[in-house]
């Protein structure tokens, strides 16, 4: 621990130093994996078992050429940002439709990447027809269990062999604003707890693993890795995945979201030390939605108002993938988008935008170059035997 401290310092004061060498190996280690630019993200992180991701939007994945190349040429995993949502592949009960997920699960292949199924068991995002059917009492418990199970069953088996990580539950834990938390931690309001109890959750697992016995099944939240303050969200994500796994439940992994905001500040050592104590319990983790918004002058233009938002966001996307890499068991960094024109915040947060690593005119930000950096610092340190060793 001690000694991949000092990688990190050493790697933060070189990347102030160093400038991206301008030639390394291309992908190296991955023979399936295609030509890609040699300093790019995917083909840096690939020297030191790192994969390196984005979201993906169908509405611009193929069609938008630009965006399409950024994709195929910076990252080595995708995750659909909506398109294997419930409420996109079932709108109607019992008619599924696979056609936009199956068209990055292609693109993934002809690419070289993986994919990060996202997501089975949310509260948001269901279809219509479960959410009245639940409200009006037309579907009851016992059928909205078996419900759950046809759908955790279906999506993992039309996917099986193709997803390398799923987020099987997604946001089930209580925040500090939240009104009914449970005494561990989970949120009494949630949607499938309220409904089913807490048990779903592990039976969620159970049923994924039984559709695909070979797909990584991951828990992913926000604020799981100390960004909450009082670390209270991450205790209660340790301990029940702790519990989870010594009674035999198949999960495999802790995604951490990181969506930041350059307002809160950031704690970068508790972030790491989180990621290393979910590692210990056995667990592989990743940084599954990163981004990191600051107040903005528009929601068109997305320039920083403050100088400090401004170094800030470059500053805590990469101390983010710095605790990735000095976490063994982190085995995917991902960014929640491609450029700040296609971004879910400027419609969630108001006044503030400029979260992503490609500006509203798919130009890199000083985020990319400064991940890019960490990457070549990474790798480096691969190299001489040291540092993000081997999944
Ligand atoms: O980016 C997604 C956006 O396009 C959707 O409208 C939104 C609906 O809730 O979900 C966004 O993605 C979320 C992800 O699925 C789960 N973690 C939070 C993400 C941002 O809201």
């Not at 190996?25 to 992180?45: E, M, Q």
């Not at 398109?83 to 599924?96: F, I, L, Q």
């Not at 292609?106 to 409200?135: D, I, K, M, S, Y």
């Not at 960490?374 to 540092?387: E, F, P, Q, S, T």
Request: proline share 4%.
């Amino acid at each position: 621990m001690k000694l991949r401290r000092q990688i990190a310092a050493a790697a933060a004061t070189a990347a102030v130093l160093m400038l991206v060498p301008s030639a390394v190996a291309a992908a190296a280690g991955d023979p399936k994996a295609p030509a890609v630019p040699s300093d790019s993200l995917r083909a840096l992180g690939a020297q030191q078992n790192l994969r390196v991701g984005t979201a993906v939007d169908d509405a611009h994945l193929n069609t938008d050429q630009p965006y399409t190349a950024i994709v195929a040429d910076q990252f080595s995993v995708v995750t659909a940002e909506n398109a294997m949502k419930w409420e996109s592949v079932e709108p109607t009960r019992g008619s599924y439709d696979w056609a936009a997920a199956d068209r990055l699960v292609a693109f993934a292949g002809q690419h070289g990447q993986e994919v990060r199924g996202h997501t089975l068991l949310w509260h948001n995002q269901l279809p219509g027809w479960l959410t009245t059917g639940v409200a009006d009492g037309t579907i009851g418990k016992a059928e909205l269990r078996e419900i759950l199970h046809k759908h955790v069953t279906d999506e993992v088996t039309h996917f099986r062999g193709k997803i390398w990580q799923w987020d099987v539950a997604n946001e089930v834990f209580a925040n500090s604003w939240d009104a009914n938390p449970l005494p561990n931690g989970l949120n009494g309001d949630d949607f499938w707890i309220k409904n089913l109890g807490e048990g779903v959750i592990a039976d969620a697992f159970r049923w994924a693993h039984q559709a695909d016995p070979k797909a990584l099944l991951f828990y992913n939240d926000y604020n799981a890795a100390g960004q909450d303050g009082s670390n209270a969200k991450f205790q209660a994500v340790h301990d029940y995945f702790a519990k989870l796994r010594a009674q035999g439940v198949p999960v495999d992994g802790i995604g951490e979201q990181g969506h930041l905001d350059t307002q809160y500040g950031f704690d970068a050592q508790r972030f790491q030390n989180d990621l290393q104590s979910y590692a210990d319990l056995g667990l592989k983790v990743a940084v599954t939605e990163a981004d990191v918004r600051t107040f903005v002058n528009n929601a068109t233009e997305q320039v920083p108002t403050s100088q400090l938002g401004e170094f800030a966001q470059p500053y805590e996307f990469s101390e983010m993938l710095k605790a990735c890499q000095l976490v063994t068991q982190c085995i995917s960094f991902t960014a929640w988008g491609v450029y700040d024109g296609d971004s879910w915040i400027p419609g969630t947060f108001a006044g503030t935008g400029y979260g992503l690593l490609y500006d509203v005119n798919m130009k890199p930000k000083p985020a990319y170059v400064a991940l890019q950096q960490d990457l070549a610092i990474g790798a480096d340190a691969a190299h001489r035997g040291k540092g993000h060793g081997p999944k």
